[in-house]
């Protein structure tokens, strides 16, 4: 007997792993093997991903006004391989945001928002707005004077919001204001970091298992044949290698810049938002900014806040 095997008996005496991953690998896929499944094991993949790269940075990163621009320059700089986890760590969130769109897309299309399937609609429609706003928060932290002068233009669309807009601003910040600072950094870090991050888990835990709970309740016995492997496995392996080629395709030989040091005295003109928001940003360039007769409220109010939060309720209302 080689080694490897008197080594694997011992673990399987002392674990029972061997059993358990047998039982795994000959399971039957509910609903049968599918590409679907594959596309929400690469957002499980993203998410493992998400989550060791984040702590890797976390481990290096100093989230103050003085301190956060310099240590986004050692890991990039400096750490080796640093720029690497880096452009993985950003570019992995952007292909989620990608991947989450498709996905609802396609729920759309395919009708699976209705009944029994309200739930697992609804969680894909937030665990899509919590990427987005994981990739507003996560923008900010590199504090060089794009993320600073983006975030400065989101932030100061608070105010477009009638009675309630200026508290939102300060809870923003981090304080009265106008400047972004320190305190700005802390609580952006802490959303990013310790909300939307964890957040994020716990819906995509709720959807995977409403997805299977609804797959119980509408496959009649006996279930579709279609064991886990190979087939499933070979599909969902070959979508987390797809959405990690796009990712090391997009990080490139240089991973994501990193442009010079925040100047809260100097607005960057040349500051662009995230791929996500540009829709939204090159749509309320075409509004006025003036005020709308008779309300106190700026025409903008429409395509930041009103025009993507009629959007969403849309979404939401289609099971219905």
Partial sequence: MSFWQRAGEWLEERTGLTTVLYNCSRRAVLGGVGWGNA????MVFALIVQAITGLVLWMHYSPSAQTAWESVYYIQYELPGGWLLRGIHHYTAQVLVALLALYV????????????????????IFLLLCSMALCLTGDLLSWDRNAFSATTVRVRFLTLLPVIGQSLLKVAIGGPGPDLGTLTLTRFFALHVGVLAFGFALLLWAHLALWRRVRVVTAAPPFPAGPYWPAQAVR?????????????VLVGKEGVPLGSPAD?????DAARP????RGVYGLSEMIPGSGIFGTGLSWKIFPIFILPGLTVLVFLAMPF
């Fill in 274 to 277: 995230e791929w996500s928001l």
């Fill in 264 to 268: 809260t005295t100097q607005f960057y």
């Fill in 236 to 248: 969902n392996a070959a979508a987390c290698l797809l959405l990690m080629a796009v990712v090391l």
């Fill in 105 to 124: 897309a396609g729920m759309v299309l395919l009708g699976e928002y209705r009944w029994p399937k309200e739930l697992v609609f609804w969680t894909a």
């Fill in 39 to 42: 596309v929400r094991a690469a």
